[in-house]
């Protein structure tokens, strides 16, 4: 017998990036420059791709001393900025071409509405964010509210917020998550923060539930919901996974650690250059997949070596 390779059809770019990828490519075509403001894809291979096609990349805490001419154009990625980012560009006339996804720009809105909402009436509530610390997005929404959020990455730093009063149980609460989190991890979020806010308002579960003290919003974007559920399977139907994502993204993480508690034999790349014969069996079932930043023809890319690799 001899290995058997598939590729996830469910992998790839999710909507907000091919959107974005998709305007640098048209408007690179045009002959002109064009700045990202941060890597537009986490993905080291795809960023070499749209680099030699004439795409600069800025780093966000440079961005505002850098030299542009007036008139330059930058890229705002799909994981948005804050109201700052705008202001800067203003003042720096700078043009842009705006790729937030439509899922975080509303996940924007909800949060300045609910600010205001928790601000009125001297209700003085808190807004929590389930997110990654610095990442773009959760950056992004965290200057909608002037920074007045608190963030939190997972159960053991919600504990501490909550020991040390950076999290009042007392105060009501409006919780956010990051678009592309795990929605298991926030659902154990959510019950953690509800069973607290309970006990401390020396309420049962049902009967706090209808005290409108905690809200919680459903702003894990539906394509990456989706995807946890589908990965899952994929995952357990093949005996080895192969996972590729770029070493920097958050969403590779979240999807290569689901992998790897259903498939004990999933090994994350970058590229194909790493994968290791070691790591096949003569009849393996192998499964290529890859995070919402991975583009397919870099999947496509790892298949083909996996197949050259065992032929």
């Given amino acids: 017998m001899s290995i058997t390779v598939e590729t996830d059809r469910q ?3 999710c909507g907000g990036v091919i959107r974005a990828i ?3 490519e048209e408007y690179l075509a045009s002959g002109q420059g064009l700045y990202s403001l941060g890597a537009i894809v986490h993905n080291e291979a795809e960023l070499q791709r749209l680099t030699s096609k004439g795409l600069e990349t800025i ?3 440079s961005y505002g001393d850098f030299l542009l001419a007036p008139g330059s154009t930058i890229l705002i990625r799909a994981h948005g900025e804050p109201p ?4 800067k560009a203003r003042v720096l006339r700078t043009n842009v071409i705006d790729c937030t996804c439509p899922v975080v720009l509303r996940l924007q809105a909800s949060i300045r509405e609910a600010y205001e909402r928790l601000h009125t009436d001297g209700r003085n509530g808190q807004i929590v964010i389930f997110g990654k610390i610095g990442h773009a997005e959760v950056l992004g929404l965290v200057g909608q509210v002037g920074g007045d959020a608190v963030v939190i990455e997972d159960r053991k730093m919600l504990e501490e917020a909550i020991a040390s009063g950076a999290i009042d149980l007392r105060r009501p609460i409006e919780i956010f998550s990051q678009t592309t989190k795990s929605p298991a991890e926030y659902a154990e979020i959510c ?3 509800e069973f607290r806010m309970s006990r401390e308002n020396e309420l049962q579960p049902d009967r706090f539930r209808g005290t409108g003290l905690f809200r919680v919003h ?4 539906s394509q990456v919901a989706n995807r946890h559920a589908r990965l899952t399977e994929f995952a357990a139907g093949h005996d080895i996974i192969i996972f590729v994502a770029g070493k920097s993204s958050s969403n590779g993480k979240v999807l290569f650690d689901l992998c790897k508690t259903v498939n004990i034999r999933t090994y994350h790349i970058g590229s194909a250059s ?5 790591w096949f069996r003569p009849d393996d079932r192998v499964g290529v997949s890859g995070a919402t930043s991975t583009p397919k023809w870099l999947l496509e890319e790892v298949a083909e070596a996996v197949k050259a690799l065992n032929d």
Avoid: M
């Fill in 84 to 87: 700052s980012t705008y202001e």
């Fill in 59 to 61: 780093e966000k805490d």
């Fill in 274 to 278: 790493e994968l290791r014969r070691e």
């Fill in 218 to 221: 459903d702003t894990i974007c």
């Fill in 191 to 193: 019950s953690t923060i």
């Fill in 22 to 24: 998709t305007k640098a």
């Fill in 11 to 13: 992998a790839g770019f």
